[in-house]
């Protein structure tokens, strides 16, 4: 049983920085009764609160957070905000506004030197392995007693169809860390998941778009035909083959179909099943909100496929 002795038969667990509910939804799936999530903005917990309304919900900074308050639980599951560790932010990661992103990791050491959760599952950017104070945060669950399972794993190797790589930290009260076997399988591709059918979207004209938007599709037509992805990352110059996988989703339109001559962003509802969101999930009305919170979310697949492999070690 090892560090899993202390887990009730029905496990439970709370979600930090819960987001429109990416974790939730997927540790779920897998059989966690989650008792509580938390986010710092209300309309996020809203959306959260109903796709999941068995759990409690929380609108509060956690650095100022009452863990005492907070329910008794097996896993703890947090996302600690990813901005300020992204490799993407560039010269941003050097701002005060980065500093205070990455300071929200250590609510995740308030959380557990309350409650003492004998599981914890942590993701983040790998980035976030760069940050300065990374040593002291890893000494710092050390010091609680925890070994530190580092997993770095990307989505597209479970078979969905985007290209998104995470580091997952799975912490235990083990004197080893555990290794999680999560099945690789055939990657997707961004035809899983894009509508071809050329009705109900509004389309926009290529001509109509930016010099280096029109310099991207002249390129993917001349290798990939009339219908392929354009993504307006800084360093691509081409458009890529609707039949490779799709780029990592953001929190802004980043992902183009070209069918011949025009163009259009992905819908909220693409995005989603790209994140790997069950078809029913609500969505905020404004489109903006909805995007942002698809953008930073952890995938609902990868959250459900590292809790299945957790629980079949208790």
Request: with cysteine.
């Amino acid at each position: 049983m090892g560090a899993f002795q202390n887990l009730s038969s029905s496990v439970t667990g709370i979600d930090l920085y819960a987001g429109g509910g990416g974790t939730t939804e997927g540790a779920v799936s897998a059989g966690v009764e989650m008792l509580w999530a938390s986010n710092h903005k209300q309309i996020t917990v809203d959306t959260h609160s109903l796709n999941h309304p068995e759990a409690v919900h929380v609108c509060q900074d956690l650095q100022l957070a009452d863990w005492n308050a907070v329910p008794s639980h097996d896993i703890m599951f947090a996302s600690p905000c990813c901005q300020g560790h992204s490799h993407a932010a560039g010269k941003a990661r050097r701002s005060k506004k980065a500093d205070k992103s990455r300071a929200t990791a250590w609510a995740v050491v308030d959380c557990l030197d309350i409650h003492r959760s004998p599981v914890g599952v942590i993701e983040n950017t790998a980035g976030f392995l760069d940050w300065d104070l990374y040593p002291a945060w890893e000494f710092a669950l050390k010091s609680m007693g925890y070994s530190i399972g580092l997993h770095v794993l990307n989505l597209v190797d479970t078979g969905k169809s985007q290209s998104r790589e995470r580091v997952y930290f799975v912490i235990t009260k083990s004197k080893n860390a555990i290794e999680l076997n999560i099945e690789k399988r055939e990657r997707g591709s961004a035809r899983d998941i894009v509508d071809l059918n050329f009705e109900n979207y509004k389309w926009d004209l290529v001509s109509s778009k930016c010099a280096k938007t029109q310099m991207r599709v002249r390129n993917g037509r001349a290798q990939y035909g009339d219908v392929f992805m354009d993504a307006s990352y800084g360093s691509a110059i081409s458009g890529r083959s609707i039949d490779a996988p799709l780029g990592t989703v953001m929190t802004v339109n980043k992902h183009y179909l070209v069918m011949g001559e025009y163009i259009r962003p992905l819908s909220i509802p693409e995005l989603a099943d790209a994140q790997t969101f069950r078809s029913d999930y609500i969505w905020p009305e404004s489109k903006t909100m909805a995007k942002e919170m698809i953008g930073n979310a952890n995938p609902p697949y990868m959250a459900e496929m590292i809790t299945k492999a957790l629980i079949k070690q208790f």
